[in-house]
């Protein structure tokens, strides 16, 4: 008789983020996680109340990570200025606490456009970023807020080229900060 370890919540959030960045969100139900995991459904009810609740919790370990370590990574560079390219760095970088690499987030980009309630998690995500990036800009004197949003938007843009084309993106995020800081 062979015991199998039993598979926790975070084991079923994992597959959750593995699935959708390669199947995207038609994988995330009971069924194809199950047969994904070798295991049977009444393991993933153990741990989730539904399938949607199951999507609220892989969004929040989402949103949590995606938000949280970055004032950490910045805290302790010196300057404003040293700040805001480090933030570059980690942009392009774009390493998740928990999901490590896993390009998950232009596949929640995609599930966004048709879910609505993905989109208001990812909307919220989106916010607070371009607020931290005006912040750090604020700090070093552009005060123009079309600045934050483009940096921002030239990661997303960047997040879902490497998602494709797997190439690196801090050379060119370091030249755009580069070329901000310029402004000044």
Do not use: C
């Amino acid at each position: 008789m062979s015991t199998r370890a039993r598979l926790t919540r975070t084991d079923w959030l994992l597959a959750g983020f593995h699935a959708l960045a390669e199947a995207g969100p038609v994988a995330l139900k009971a069924e194809p996680m199950a047969r994904r995991l070798g295991t049977t459904k009444g393991s993933f009810y153990w741990h989730f109340a539904d399938v949607p609740d199951f999507h609220r919790q892989m969004l929040a370990l989402w949103a949590e990570g995606a938000l949280g370590h970055i004032p950490a990574l910045l805290a302790d560079q010196p300057t404003p200025v040293a700040r805001l390219r480090r933030l570059g760095q980690v942009v392009a970088g774009d390493g998740h606490p928990v999901l490590g690499d896993l390009a998950v987030e232009p596949a929640i980009r995609a599930w966004a456009r048709g879910d609505d309630k993905v989109a208001q998690v990812l909307s919220g995500v989106d916010a607070a970023r371009i607020d931290h990036i005006q912040q750090l800009l604020t700090e070093v004197e552009i005060t123009n807020p079309e600045m934050a949003r483009i940096i921002y938007a030239a990661h997303v843009g960047m997040q879902d080229l490497a998602a494709r084309d797997g190439r690196d993106n801090a050379g060119p995020m370091g030249s755009l900060v580069d070329l901000v800081l310029a402004l000044r």
